[in-house]
């Protein structure tokens, strides 16, 4: 009797390929530890032994998604920039009919924009349709400690990390508003986990307000924001908007997760 040619052990329990939801994890792995690693710190994060960890980076490397560097760590190959640009264009596809609901219920410029390194970029927008309203062009980066977004992605993220990144990239003053310490920043992100959204209070532009909340169980950190004159996006505005942020976050998640509607 025929056999097939991939054996139990080979296969999860879900049905996939035990091989290749390794060599994910391990892409993963990289990825939370900056990009950068050695086998030990692969092995003791996954719990996969040495072998089996040297042998699919090997295949990795083959393929071009690891390099090994002078120093024997292993590093995210450049062949994932390419996947990782297509992956952000498509990510802006499947969010616009839900930016475009909340321009419906909001009336206002509605964003998602993705921490990228230290930087936020954003990837789709769906304009207001009033005569005075808020452009950002898709694809531009922004420093986050001046933006709405830029909260609601750092939210999330521990403070000693929020500090390390601080101290990369600086904190130029973008207006005579926008945060230029990392003790006013911790401040502002802890009231973000209170409220549950971030506020751009004529930070980065003035005349601008952005209220952002994050994308929750997003595969990579993503938030959405509204933005517009500060006249009208004003306190009583944002009790009203808020709510709205939130839920098509949610919507936006569940989305993500199941972009196709169906899963094989």
Known sequence: MPTSSTTDSAKSSSGGVQSLERAFDLLERMADAGG?????????SSGL?????HRLMRTLVACGYVRQQSNRRYALGPRLIRLGESSARLLGTW???HLARLVEETGETANMAL????EVVYVAQVPSKHSMRMF????????????GVGKALLAGFPDAEVRALLARTG????????????EGFLAALEEVRNTGYAVDDNEQEIGVRCLAVPVPDSPTAAAVSISGPAGRVTESATERIVPVLQQVARELSEALSHPGGTRA
């Open 36 to 44: 950068e690693v050695g086998l030990s710190e692969l092995s003791a």
């Open 49 to 53: 032994p040495l072998p089996t960890i």
């Open 95 to 97: 969010a616009r009919p």
């Open 115 to 118: 921490l990228d390194g230290d």
């Open 136 to 147: 950002t062009e898709v694809g531009r980066r922004v420093l986050p400690h001046s933006t």
């Open 171 to 182: 904190m130029p003053a973008a207006t005579d508003r926008t945060i230029t310490t990392p």
